[in-house]
């Protein structure tokens, strides 16, 4: 029965490794293979395209016309997107979008929380990573802290804790700011720790009251 209970814990073991190894590698892969999809489409379109007329104007052929006018065609869009025009464009439509019902909602914290996991939003959205003692005491987890509100006189923070191995499957808890506390782990980390179910975790955590209780804010 002993050796039955080892073989099932090593092959137990076994599967959460690949699993964990499998769904980290689907998340770094998958924007990757997306854009090499997008870049060959783009990359044979202008081939086809210009690659005739060009070497026909140059009487000679070409090597390398599509790939020339793919660096170019990036290049353009950058330059275009980082003009003082567009960015106060995008901003107007930006608050026309922040403005429809229910639409608005969606955008906002999908920004926020691209941002966040991006490390554009370090101090808001999904950029502060927390410990609670949840679900139980003397059990930790790690969450986002999302925001702060009143309960019948007392600080509460909204701790948004993330399910492994897809943290898009997690849930909200109001917990009394007293019982939450900030943590040295960039959100990088967490969400790797998430993501490996504990297998690619930090090394060491350093946690403190949070700020806001002596503030009272």
């Keep these: 029965m002993a050796d039955d209970g080892r073989e099932s814990s090593w092959y137990s073991h076994l599967i959460a490794f690949m699993s964990a190894r ?3 590698g689907v998340v770094v892969l998958v924007p990757v293979a997306i854009t090499i999809v997008i870049l060959q489409f783009v990359f044979n ?12 104007l140059a009487g000679r052929n070409l090597p390398g016309v599509g790939l020339l006018a793919l660096l170019l065609l990036i290049f353009m869009v950058g330059l ?9 464009a ?13 639409v608005g909602v969606v955008y906002s914290v999908g ?15 999904f950029g502060r990573v927390v410990m609670v003692e949840y679900p139980r005491d003397q059990v930790w987890s790690l969450g986002f802290l999302t925001g ?15 399910t492994a191995p897809m943290p898009n499957s997690g849930w909200i808890a ?15 980390e967490a969400m790797q720790a998430v ?16 700020p806001e209780v002596a503030s009272g804010s």
């Design 22 to 24: 499998f769904a980290v």
């Design 45 to 56: 379109f202008l081939d086809d395209f210009l690659g005739p007329g060009i070497e026909s």
């Design 80 to 88: 275009f997107a980082m003009s003082r025009f567009i960015r106060r």
């Design 90 to 102: 995008s901003g107007r439509i930006e608050r026309l979008v922040l403005k429809l019902p229910g």
């Design 111 to 125: 920004k926020k929380m691209t941002g966040s996991f991006s490390g554009t939003g370090a101090g808001e959205g």
């Design 148 to 162: 702060f509100t009143q309960l019948d006189g007392e600080l509460h923070a909204f701790v948004y804790l993330p």
């Design 174 to 188: 109001m917990i009394s700011a007293l019982r939450v506390f900030d943590t040295d782990v960039s959100p990088q």
């Design 195 to 210: 993501l490996s179910s504990g297998l690619a975790n930090p090394d060491a955590i350093n946690r403190s009251p949070l």
